[in-house]
């Protein structure tokens, strides 16, 4: 069974940047589609972006298009999240997730993952 831990979240002002990455514990990360998902205090989890196993197909909920970028190493095990232009309505507990049988839009499903990480926290202050 595969362990995803997240880092890199943490707090800054609104306009600023940060970059999440997601290690996974075994060496078949490559094979999987993987995601970045996010919860807020008082609502469901929600889709922010995804990744085929190669990293050539890539979905975005329309809140992050354009300001959010996803990409993995699959050398390394490891995904990231390069999110510029933060805005305080970003802020929520971040999630990665693996899913062994997703691809195309169905990456943008919470429920056809997984394997979930324990999530790390990014505040955005205005």
């Known amino acids: 069974q595969v362990q995803l831990a997240e880092s890199g979240g943490g707090l800054v002002q609104a306009g600023g940047s940060l970059r999440l990455s997601c290690a996974a514990s075994?060496?078949?990360?490559?094979?999987?589609?993987m995601g970045w998902f996010r919860q807020a205090p008082g609502k469901e989890r929600e889709f922010v972006a995804a990744?085929?196993?190669?990293?050539?197909?890539?979905y975005y909920s329309d809140s992050v298009k354009g300001r959010f970028t996803i990409s993995r190493d699959n050398a390394k095990n490891t995904m990231y999240l390069q999110m510029n232009s933060l805005k305080p309505e970003d802020t929520a507990r971040y999630y990665c997730?693996?899913?062994?049988?997703?691809?195309?839009?169905?990456?943008?499903?919470?429920?056809?993952?997984?394997?979930w990480g324990q999530g790390t926290q990014v505040t955005v202050s205005s």
């Open positions: 990744t085929s196993w190669s990293g050539g197909g890539t």
């Open positions: 075994l060496g078949t990360f490559g094979y999987y589609a």
């Open positions: 997730a693996q899913g062994r049988s997703v691809q195309g839009r169905s990456m943008m499903v919470t429920e056809n993952y997984d394997y």
